[in-house]
């Protein structure tokens, strides 16, 4: 399981921008989700899991509707099998098409993902919640 809470500084600029400014912000056409070794933070950056057969998901259309103050994942997102280790996942990410960083956070617990393991976020895993 996992929750993101931190926007990343992109997404607050987009957000702040629609809300308090009328500068439209087009909502992203696909979302991916990312596994990471070590965290992102609001500017980007953390370690992507890489090799192994690792691929970032689609993600695009695989949240319910906010409902008691989160939105969850209603589809599961399966990252697959590793051919090769993907050493202790910590964290995961919410990109759009263009690459940039909507959210992040943290994995309720780390995961060490060994050839031969896989990753997956069952339905409902996957929460994001604002503070």
Not at 37 to 58: F, K, L, M, R
Request: contains cysteine; charged residues 10%; aromatic residues 8%.
């Amino acid at each position: 399981m996992a929750t993101g809470t931190a926007l990343s500084n992109y997404l607050e600029e987009k957000v702040l921008n629609e809300v308090l400014s009328g500068v439209a912000y087009a909502a992203p056409t696909a979302l991916t989700c990312h596994l990471y070794t070590a965290a992102p933070t609001d500017a980007g950056g953390g370690t992507e899991v890489s090799g192994g057969s690792y691929v970032a998901q689609t993600c695009t259309s695989s949240f319910a509707v906010w409902a008691a103050g989160v939105v969850a994942n209603d589809v599961a997102i399966d990252f697959g099998t590793a051919t090769a280790d993907w050493r202790t996942v910590t964290h995961f990410g919410i990109k759009d098409q263009s690459g940039n960083l909507l959210l992040w956070g943290a994995l309720t617990a780390s995961k060490v993902i060994s050839n031969g393991d896989g990753a997956k976020f069952a339905v409902g895993a996957l929460t994001v919640a604002l503070d």
